[in-house]
């Protein structure tokens, strides 16, 4: 089976679950758990920042994020279709009685500075609180330039908000742009990272930041649940990762581009720009429920559809590539030669 459906249906390979079996633990609640503490001081160390957090989720590590920036009845400003605002299920809304102010993107994804500006609300009693601005990267696969992160938390700052980074893929973004992971964390007060996407972790994110935001954290994400025992056991699956899985997404970004050229010469099927591990394409409407069935009879998963995305990842091969592009050919092909249905 091929599944190109996101880079989350990863499963650990057998030298993960080996690194997983030997890791020793303790209970992570009480602070014990040495392959937690081990995985959370090595990640701190190359971000740059103070100190970590391990998460279940990444979506409970942005929960938090959220509210330990902001207070019931402040606002965080983010992107229209940002994760943190669209994908989570309103939590900070729902549980941390905080106010969205979202902000449509830029053709470019990024949220343009005079917006973000404009947004910002003044001391007037009927506004929200302003506290933060949280952007993410990478954003459908595209790594924000690091000039613009750079202007963005810096007018943040200058009108007093804090500044968080969702970066469930900031990995790729290193690999795509050759900086560091400190260099992408720079002008951040807080970053969440996913180990359970394209590294191929089971389960685990990290959230960064200093010392005293990461101890008020640490209280929420009891509040919320997250507090885990044993957790050492994900946490090494992580570590495992972060040592082994991270150089080797260059291939997925390898295997990203040659998916987009591949189909950019199917007739009919339009290809959009591919930065790191995503290929946005639109499939004609008409031929979105023959060509599904056709690949699923291939043992290729993809949601086919007008206006689609398809991930890479550690269990896509650029064989697999080839066998994908050759079953979209072979569609096309067939159905031209059989005419219209
Ligand atoms: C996956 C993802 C998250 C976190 O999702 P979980 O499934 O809760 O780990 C956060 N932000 C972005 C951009 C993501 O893609």
């Avoid at 499963?11 to 997983?20: F, K, L």
């Avoid at 696969?141 to 963005?152: D, I, W």
């Avoid at 269990?315 to 005419?339: E, F, M, P, W």
Wanted: with cysteine; net charge negative; proline share 4%.
């Amino acid at each position: 089976m091929i599944d190109l459906r996101s880079d989350t249906v990863t499963r650990p390979t057998s030298a993960m679950r080996e690194a997983i079996a030997r890791a020793p633990v303790g209970d992570d609640v009480w602070g014990d758990d040495p392959s937690v503490a081990a995985f959370e001081a090595v990640v701190a160390e190359r971000a740059g920042m103070a100190a970590a957090l391990f998460f279940p989720s990444g979506t409970q590590s942005n929960l938090a994020a959220l509210m330990v920036h902001c207070q019931r009845g402040d606002e965080y400003i983010a992107g229209q279709f940002s994760h943190i605002y669209r994908d989570e299920g309103g939590g900070a809304a729902v549980l941390g009685s905080i106010q969205p102010q979202p902000i449509e993107h830029d053709p470019d994804g990024s949220l343009s500075l005079e917006k973000v500006q404009a947004a910002i609300k003044g001391a007037d009693i009927h506004h929200a609180i302003t506290r933060l601005l949280a952007l993410e990267n990478t954003f459908r696969g595209k790594v924000l330039p690091e000039a613009y992160t750079r202007r963005a938390t810096a007018l943040a700052h200058e009108h007093g908000l804090a500044t968080h980074l969702d970066g469930a893929r900031l990995f790729n973004a290193v690999v795509a742009s050759g900086r560091s992971l400190a260099e992408l964390c720079q002008g951040f007060d807080s970053v969440s990272l996913c180990f359970s996407k394209g590294l191929g972790a089971p389960v685990g994110s990290l959230l960064l930041g200093d010392e005293a935001f990461i101890a008020r954290a640490r209280r929420w994400r009891k509040t919320l649940g997250g507090g885990m025992r044993q957790a050492g056991l994900l946490a090494a699956g992580c570590h495992h990762a972060l040592e082994h899985h991270v150089e080797r997404l260059a291939e997925d970004h390898d295997n990203a581009r040659r998916l987009a050229e591949g189909l950019a010469d199917v007739p009919g099927v339009e290809v959009g720009a591919c930065d790191t591990n995503m290929v946005f394409v639109a499939f004609p409407e008409a031929h979105c429920r023959g060509l599904q069935a056709h690949l699923e009879a291939c043992g290729i998963l993809m949601a086919v559809a007008p206006v689609t995305r398809l991930v890479t990842h550690l269990d896509v091969s650029a064989d697999d590539i080839g066998r994908v592009v050759a079953a979209v050919n072979d569609y096309y092909h067939t159905k031209t030669l059989r005419g219209p249905q």
